[in-house]
């Protein structure tokens, strides 16, 4: 038998979540920093501070540049592990752009503010310098898609984006160009019916999220569209009733999951027909039966 590929669909599904996460996360370090940006600073005097501010953040050193109180110049962060944040601002807004480098040094991630607002796409980098991750700016804000490219150049996932966040049908491919799988998106939470595709695009399986976990009904398929497997998720966790199948379509086995855990043994079937593969558990059983008794008589005997 077939084994389970909810694995693999599980993992492709978290494609486009894990992809737009990354990405967003360049964006949420220059949100954190807007929050101060705006407030003056004040040196010891209550008077706005002109100079440098180095600091600590627990894991690395942020600098920041004043003048009359306000962020004024190139912010840098360089991080314990050596990454190197560059971000430029004018009178205390995101002016600029806002740079990303590896520890080796080479760029890997770009986006240009103008009044804090984006002015360019957003593009992040492997460390050989070709293109990972981009993101389309739109009248000063991330709408439009964000793109996933393999180390290859080839398209790996295509994500619709509204406001910074996820929304719509996200596509995800192989490194040939196949479509592999696609999910639906409200809010970069995965809502509804998933699909993931064999190489040859027959669907592999069908499953359902709400609010970014999984729950619902799941079908596996063989690539002759057969339905392979039938069961429920609840939170991520299989239960109820599952069903499995031949590639013919006839039954093999039925169970019951509580907590991810078979409550009863499973009852199988024979592809051709459920009496015969009764006939043949019922004749092991009884030639099994048979042998013990015949030995245990032959042993008594010789005793």
């Known amino acids: 038998m077939k084994k389970s590929c909810f694995f693999l669909l599980f993992g492709l599904c978290l494609f486009a979540h894990q992809a737009l996460g990354s990405t967003l996360a360049e964006n949420a370090l220059s ?26 953040l627990g894991d690395g050193f942020i600098t920041i540049p004043y003048v009359n109180g306000i962020i004024n110049g190139t912010i840098l962060l360089e991080y314990d592990d050596g990454r190197t944040y560059v971000i430029e601002f004018k009178d205390g807004v995101l002016n600029g752009p806002f740079k990303t480098y590896y520890p080796n040094g080479t760029l890997s991630g770009e986006v240009v503010y103008k009044n804090n607002k984006c002015t360019s796409s957003e593009r992040q980098y492997y460390e050989s310098g070709k293109l990972h991750f981009e993101r389309d700016c739109t009248e000063g804000e991330f709408s439009g898609y964000l793109r996933e490219y393999y180390e290859s150049g ?8 509204k406001q910074g966040k996820a929304n719509g049908i996200a596509y995800h491919y192989d490194e040939r160009g196949r479509l592999r799988a696609e999910i639906e998106y409200v809010d970069s939470k995965r809502q509804g019916v998933g699909t993931v595709y ?3 695009g027959a669907i592999m399986a069908e499953f359902t999220f709400v609010d970014n976990v999984e729950n619902g009904p799941v079908v596996e398929y063989y690539e002759n569209g057969q339905a392979y497997k039938e069961y429920s998720l609840v939170n991520g966790t299989i239960e109820g009733p599952t069903k499995e199948y031949y590639e013919s379509g006839n039954l093999y ?41 015949w030995l245990f008589f032959r042993l008594r005997h010789k005793s």
């Open 31 to 56: 949100d954190s920093i807007l929050d101060s940006a705006s407030q003056t600073r004040l040196n010891e005097k209550g008077e706005p501070y002109n100079g440098t501010v180095r600091n600590y």
């Open 154 to 161: 080839q398209l790996a996932a295509k994500i619709p984006v």
């Open 198 to 200: 064999y190489p040859n």
């Open 253 to 293: 086995a039925t169970s019951t999951f509580k907590d991810g855990k078979s409550q009863n043994v499973q009852f199988y079937y024979d592809e051709q027909s459920p009496i015969r593969g009764y006939l043949q558990v019922g004749l092991a059983a009884f030639v099994l039966a048979f042998g013990l008794t």
